[in-house]
Nanobody, 119 residues
Framework: QVQVVESGGGLVQPGGSLRLSCTAS????????MAWYRQAVGNERELVAL???????QYVDSVKGRFTISRDNAKNAVYLQMNSLKPGDTAVYYC?????????????WGQGTEVTVTV
């Protein structure tokens, strides 16, 4: 089993910054893709950013130039640096991990961390 835990959410004013962290733990797995999703009230969950094992990154258009995803493979960790935050970024942010384990490809979700951008 793989456990995924996020941290770093909070309340911030527009224009502010937050850094989300996510760590995967367990045994017998090899991480492929790590990603951040978010879900605002009344909306579907959407992909915010992903980073593949080789370093390729992808962002939703609304965060390009403001958010940066990075990972530390030695720590099985992924980070999301969020700058110039807007009220529209308010959501619960979820870490998503895709990993090979026991000859199968499995995906795991964290419990979510809340980000609120308001004056």
């Amino acid at each position: 089993q793989v456990q995924v835990v996020e941290s770093g959410g909070g309340l911030v004013q527009p224009g502010g910054s937050l850094r989300l962290s996510c760590t995967a733990s367990g045994s017998g797995f090899s991480i492929n893709v790590m990603a951040w999703y978010r879900q605002a009230v009344g909306n579907e969950r959407e992909l915010v950013a992903l980073i593949a094992n080789g370093g390729h990154t992808q962002y939703v258009d609304s965060v390009k130039g403001r958010f940066t995803i990075s990972r530390d493979n030695a720590k099985n960790a992924v980070y999301l640096q969020m700058n110039s935050l807007k009220p529209g970024d308010t959501a619960v942010y979820y870490c998503h991990v895709g990993a090979f384990r026991a000859h199968a490809y499995e995906t795991y979700w964290g419990q979510g961390t809340e980000v609120t951008v308001t004056v």
